[in-house]
Nanobody, 118 residues
Framework: QVQLVESGGGLVQPGGSLRLSCAASGSIFRRSTMGWFRRAPGKERELVAVMTTGGSTRYADSVKGRFTISRDNAQNTVDLQMNSLRPEDTAVYYC????????????WGKGTLVTVSS
């Protein structure tokens, strides 16, 4: 039943790093663009990074050069390496899977909280 499961959130100081991971069922993973979104307190959910089945990536301008998305097609996982974290990166991060052929078919994880604070 549970399709996407995130892990790796937590508290980190400004300038630090965290790695988020999302495990998906194989039937979903291999057909989907995988991505990470986030919702900061009082703000709308926004795209952070996505990677297609072919390996193309797209990043939010605010995270370019600091965050890296990767997917392991053998393990059915998608990771988000976050470096040089800033207080404004504080948010709940959600894993997303969007079917490559039928984009209206989407799945969301429950989210993992990332807090950047000293």
């Amino acid at each position: 039943q549970v399709q996407l499961v995130e892990s790796g959130g937590g508290l980190v100081q400004p300038g630090g790093s965290l790695r988020l991971s999302c495990a998906a069922s194989g039937s979903i993973f291999r057909r989907s663009t995988m991505g990470w979104f986030r919702r900061a307190p009082g703000k709308e959910r926004e795209l952070v990074a996505v990677m297609t089945t072919g390996g193309s990536t797209r990043y939010a301008d605010s995270v370019k050069g600091r965050f890296t998305i990767s997917r392991d097609n053998a393990q059915n996982t998608v990771d988000l390496q976050m470096n040089s974290l800033r207080p404004e990166d504080t948010a709940v991060y959600y894993c997303n899977a969007e079917n490559s052929i039928v984009p209206t078919i989407k799945y969301w994880g429950k989210g993992t909280l990332v807090t950047v604070s000293s």
